[in-house]
T-cell receptor, first 117, second 110 residues
Framework: KAGVTQTPRYLIKTRGQQVTLSCSPI?????VSWYQQTPGQGLQFLFE???????NKGNFPGRFSGRQFSNSRSEMNVSTLELGDSALYLC????????????????FGPGTRLTVT | QKEVEQNSGPLSVPEGAIASLNCTYS??????FFWYRQYSGKSPELIMF????GDKEDGRFTAQLNKASQYVSLLIRDSQPSDSATYLC??????????FGDGTTLTVKP
């Protein structure tokens, strides 16, 4: 079974621009979560989508948004980019984290390395 | 208090030794616990998950969970240089919130 895929793998943008990142989950997985990873802040949770609905959201400004499509693929958008948005953006998929049956393990994609200049 | 605390690193062990990684958490609503391994420049890779008190073994890895003490650990037996990586512990609450620790960097010296 193919793993989680993310595109693009690398991206360079300038301040003020916007960016859209894409994530395709493992086949059959219905939940997609997005994380930002930086050396100083570690792995920070952005949001989680399940069945096209945002189920959980982290403490990020409104410039960060996302959506999920009916085929479970997800996109994340960052508007008005700032230098501090430079990071590795990871998406993770899980089968059905709201089924009531633990353990709800997540599998990560390779990430998108975003550099803002 | 941070939601997840991992033992400060870096941790260095000789090849063949047991590496012990520890993690404490503050949210008693935590339901599932995970250990991820992350090589430099790569994404996290799930290596163990546990959701019941006690031990869970998978090859050279053993995860231990004590919900009363809010403590989860990972033991790596017969450590190999290829085990050198950053290990992240994570938990997921009943509400579906996932939280990761900052990670412990392990170096296994030949």
């Amino acid at each position: 079974k193919a793993g989680v895929t993310q595109t693009p793998r690398y991206l360079i943008k300038t301040r003020g621009q916007q960016v859209t990142l894409s994530c395709s989950p493992i086949s059959g997985h219905r939940s997609v979560s997005w994380y930002q990873q930086t050396p100083g802040q570690g792995l920070q949770f952005l949001f989680e989508y399940f069945s096209e609905t945002q189920r959980n959201k982290g403490n990020f400004p409104g410039r960060f948004s996302g959506r999920q499509f009916s085929n479970s693929r997800s996109e994340m958008n960052v508007s008005t980019l700032e230098l501090g948005d430079s990071a590795l953006y990871l998406c993770a998929s899980s089968l059905d984290p709201f089924s009531g049956r633990a353990p709800y393990e997540q599998y990560f994609g390779p990430g998108t390395r975003l550099t803002v200049t | 208090q941070k939601e997840v605390e991992q033992n400060s690193g870096p941790l260095s062990v000789p090849e063949g030794a047991i590496a012990s990684l520890n993690c404490t958490y503050s949210d008693r609503g935590s339901q599932s616990f995970f250990w991820y391994r992350q090589y430099s420049g790569k994404s996290p890779e799930l290596i163990m998950f546990i959701y019941s008190n006690g031990d869970k073994e998978d090859g050279r890895f053993t995860a231990q969970l004590n919900k009363a003490s809010q403590y989860v650990s990972l033991l790596i037996r017969d450590s190999q240089p290829s085990d050198s990586a950053t290990y992240l512990c994570a938990f997921r609450t009943n509400a579906g919130k996932s939280t990761f620790g900052d990670g412990t960097t392990l170096t296994v010296k030949p």
